[in-house]
T-cell receptor
Framework: GQQVMQIPQYQHVQEGEDFTTYCNSS?????IQWYKQRPGGHPVFLIQ???SGEVKKQKRLTFQFGEAKKNSSLHITATQTTDVGTYFC????????????WGLGTSLAVNP | DTGVSQDPRHKITKRGQNVTFRCDPI?????LYWYRQTLGQGPEFLTY????????KSRLLSDRFSAERPKGSFSTLEIQRTEQGDSAMYLC????????????????FGEGSRLTVL
């Protein structure tokens, strides 16, 4: 079945360093969404990318959607302790808009 | 509060008992999802409603799991004859996706219902 792979699984960085998580789907996605889940919390929507090659920025966060609409990345510049959490990508299969397929997430730890 | 609410937040039960969780989505949202999440894992899709119609159900779910959304508003998820492997966080989410369009719209999650089966 369709899978969404996300790497790395864990990342420890020093505050101020950059961080990137990558998401790869086995099939073409109609769109991709990114969520952040703080420890003990629930997933919170960050952004949705729809167009091939789309790039969106939110302050220190940069999101990209691949040309083939099969991969995506989230890059955080100059991490802060408030960035701690697990970042999930999730995409709708181009042929099935009923359920999001989730990656396993990248857990980010930031050392002050 | 106009967010997604779930009840109860925590449930401890003995193996073999039945449990029911309730989700009240954001009122104008026609899509409702149930997910299950265990520690260190991403949300695992359980089922999806568009209005009152249950359009998809995970093949991973056994017959012990059933969900309803009788009037297209709140939803319930029932687990019969609970097993220890059912222990998890059960998350409900809603969105305002439009019927017929490609998957779109952010999911708004509730705080979840944590189930512990002893």
């Amino acid at each position: 079945g369709q899978q969404v792979m996300q790497i790395p699984q864990y990342q420890h960085v020093q505050e101020g360093e950059d961080f990137t998580t990558y998401c790869n789907s086995s099939t073409t996605l109609s769109n991709i969404q990114w969520y952040k889940q703080r420890p003990g919390g629930h997933p919170v929507f960050l952004i949705q990318l729809v167009k091939s090659g789309e790039v969106k920025k939110q302050k220190r966060l940069t999101f990209q959607f691949g040309e083939a609409k099969k991969n995506s990345s989230l890059h955080i510049t100059a991490t802060q302790t408030t960035d701690v959490g697990t970042y999930f990508c999730a995409g709708f299969n181009a042929g099935n808009n009923r359920k999001l397929i989730w990656g396993l997430g990248t857990s980010l730890a930031v050392n002050p | 509060d106009t967010g997604v609410s779930q009840d109860p937040r925590h449930k401890i039960t003995k193996r073999g008992q039945n449990v029911t969780f309730r989700c009240d989505p954001i009122s104008e949202h026609n899509r409702l999802y149930w997910y299950r999440q265990t520690l260190g894992q991403g949300p695992e899709f359980l089922t999806y409603f568009q209005n009152e119609a249950q359009l998809e159900k995970s093949r991973l779910l056994s017959d012990r799991f059933s969900a309803e959304r009788p009037k297209g508003s709140f939803s319930t998820l029932e687990i019969q004859r609970t097993e220890q492997g059912d222990s998890a966080m059960y998350l409900c989410a809603s969105s305002s996706g439009t019927s017929g369009r490609a998957g779109t719209g952010e999911l708004f999650f509730g705080e979840g219902s944590r189930l512990t089966v002893l």
